[in-house]
């Protein structure tokens, strides 16, 4: 297989569905088959984002070259059966589970040997659900994790078309094994979700009318994600359970250690695990997005006026210089604010810089 041409999308909902529709305008050659319920078929019918409706996975697998089964975590299993059961014999096959070493253990059982399956995690999503949050840009710069066998993804023909298709959603890819990708999700995905619950409800707010007021900046930084729906992590914690005790149990090592030394009051010891914290969160690169290749970062001060970001861009765009990411990171009404810009190298930040001065932005690295 020298290209995947066809392509059948288990589940259309945000992840599903945003692929359908960046692929078909990246990739409009790909025949894309949706597989889900009759409401939301119609839906992307409707929406030019799929050729073909299946209702089942038996009549939507069975001639694609790719199968992405973008399904919640707990309709994986049921998923995987039936593909291996009903997909073309040389199909690959992917997942977007954000766990893997069990959903990899799961494939092993249930797709052939003549199949490849490749596990996968897009690093993006939304706050929001199903095929009307659909975004064709919701890729764009991500990371994409892939999990493939132990010999190098792009080293079979299978492998390196299913690197071109998830590079055509504008996505960078990320290749791990699968246990390591669990370890790393546990500690800064999966934990964070339980200490961030942890900390709201130990924050008593709901009797505590001084508390509520006082909650405000790094109190709801550090909090936003207790939000999220106990539904989505359901399946996620029980399925990486193992690495999520794990670096529980290093967590609360850590806090009964912060504990003793105020205890002890041996604040030079605390001074030295701050200090220890704050090393290895430099380490984490402020222009980097998703911990792969560095993106040249510019910061640019505007003015509080409609229309200012649509000149920005279109002033880049004329000159041919391509942003890959930007991001708001300070606004006052009336005053103006700040967006961090990033491109794909130190030159065309330069360019960019000098471009938006011409015009009287204030630019200036981080």
């Known amino acids: 297989m020298n290209q995947i041409r066809s392509v059948a999308i288990i589940g259309l909902g945000v992840i599903g569905g945003s692929m359908a529709v960046t692929w078909k305008r990246t990739r409009p050659d790909l ?6 319920d009759r409401v939301t078929l119609d839906a992307a019918l409707g929406a030019g984002a799929i050729d073909r409706a299946a209702l089942t996975i038996q009549e939507g697998v069975e001639s694609s070259d790719l199968v992405v089964i973008a399904t919640p975590l707990s309709a994986i299993p049921d998923a995987l059966r039936s593909v291996g059961k009903y997909a073309r014999e040389d199909a690959v096959v992917t997942d977007t589970a954000s766990v893997k070493n ?34 064709d840009f919701l890729f764009e710069n991500s990371v994409y994790v892939l999990c493939p066998e132990p010999d190098s993804i792009e ?9 071109d298709c998830i590079r055509s959603l504008g996505a960078r890819i990320l290749v791990m094994d699968p246990v390591e990708h669990d370890r790393a999700a546990a500690a800064i995905s999966h934990v964070p979700q339980l ?16 508390a509520r007021l006082l909650a405000a900046g790094g109190f709801r930084d550090m909090t936003r994600i207790a939000s999220s729906s106990f539904d989505m992590w359901r399946g996620i914690i029980a399925a990486n359970h193992g690495q999520v005790l794990d670096k529980l149990g290093a967590i609360t090592a850590r806090i009964q250690q912060m504990r003793n030394r105020i205890i002890e009051e041996d604040y030079d010891d605390l001074a030295r695990l701050f200090a220890e914290a704050e090393a290895s969160r430099a380490m984490i690169s402020t222009d980097t997005k998703g911990f792969l290749a560095p993106l040249a970062d510019l910061l640019v001060r505007v003015h509080d006026r409609p229309g200012e970001l ?15 990411d930007l991001e708001l ?16 190298s130190d030159k065309e ?15 200036r690295k981080p």
């Open 329 to 344: 990171l300070k606004l006052r009404e009336g005053t103006g604010g700040t967006f961090r810009i990033s491109f794909a």
């Open 31 to 36: 025949n894309i088959t949706g597989i889900d």
């Open 195 to 210: 200490l961030s619950v942890a900390l709201v409800n130990s924050a008593e707010l709901p009797t505590d009318d001084k």
């Open 102 to 135: 069990a959903i990899s253990d799961l494939a092993a059982d249930y797709i052939p040997p003549s199949m490849k399956f490749v596990g996968g995690h897009p690093m993006t999503g939304s706050e929001k659900s199903g095929f009307s949050a659909a975004d």
């Open 310 to 324: 649509k000149t920005i861009t279109a002033l880049l765009s004329d000159a041919d210089i391509n942003i890959k």
């Open 349 to 363: 930040a330069a360019s960019a810089a000098r471009l938006l001065q011409e015009q009287g932005y204030q630019t």
């Open 155 to 163: 080293q079979t023909k299978e492998g390196s078309a299913l690197v």
